[in-house]
């Protein structure tokens, strides 16, 4: 692990410290930016994307009608466009393409499927819009990890056209939290552990809510017939397993999909883009996959 990187492990602990003890440090939404760098050459505007708050990450010289529909981590219950802004401002300068960033409404107060309708409002808004569903790939991390994919089964119910693929980071898609990394890994990852994360999970699926409910639990769900899946996630992470199973549950339903594990790295990491090889490295990784798939050439 670099030096750099190593700033996501201290987050972590830092979290830790503040969900035990609440005046220990600022929220995760409030500090989790602060681990990327300000990407350059990059212009923000906020709108809105029928009905909710968006915004727009526009690279300069970027493929103006290629969009990467973005979705904030944060187990739903944190994160925001704004905390998230600059990560997926480096995927979009990197992919030469826009990004837009999805405000979607956090648990407790608003509950399962609340997430997932606000995250699908955002893409028939773009379809509205006149972009082509083969023009759009959705990603997110952790939750919107999660979400890239529970946003393809609702379209696919609605009858809408689905996008051209995917790119979750370590993505949260089994709200049980059964994986066997949870167990292996509980030594490395200073922050997730499976009691906190079905916690997490309680809060988001609300009083009754079904952990194996399909468009919660993507584990649970017929993948057939979606786009290709690129999926990448950290080697010491307690959620290493949801990104193997997902893998694994995509290919037997014969959906092309790439796993990356990326040794000694925890959840989010790309979260310091700009910063730390590693999480630079995964970026251009996300990026040189991409572009075929929208159509465009390789990578710079």
Known sequence: ?????????????AQRRAMVDPGAGPPADESWGDLTAEPREVDYVEIDAGGRPAMWAIPKRSAPDRVLLCLHGGGFISGSIYS?????????????????IVEYRLAPKHVHPAQVEDAVTAYRWLLEQGTAAEHVVLTGDSAGGGLSISVQLRARELGLPLPAAAMPFSPWVDMAATGGSYKSNRDRDPFFLAESVRQFAGMFLGPG???????????????AGLGPVYIQVGGDETLLDDARRLCAHAQRAGVEVRLDVFPGMLHTFQMAAGRAPEADDAIRRMAGWVRPRLGLGEAS
Do not use: C, N, T, Y
């Open 1 to 13: 692990m670099s030096r750099e990187s190593d700033a996501v492990r201290r987050h972590w602990i």
């Open 84 to 100: 998230h802004r600059k990560l997926f401002a480096h995927l979009a300068k990197a992919a030469g393409v826009r990004a837009l």
């Open 209 to 223: 809510g079904d952990a194996r409910d399909p468009l919660a639990s993507p584990l649970h769900a017929d993948l």
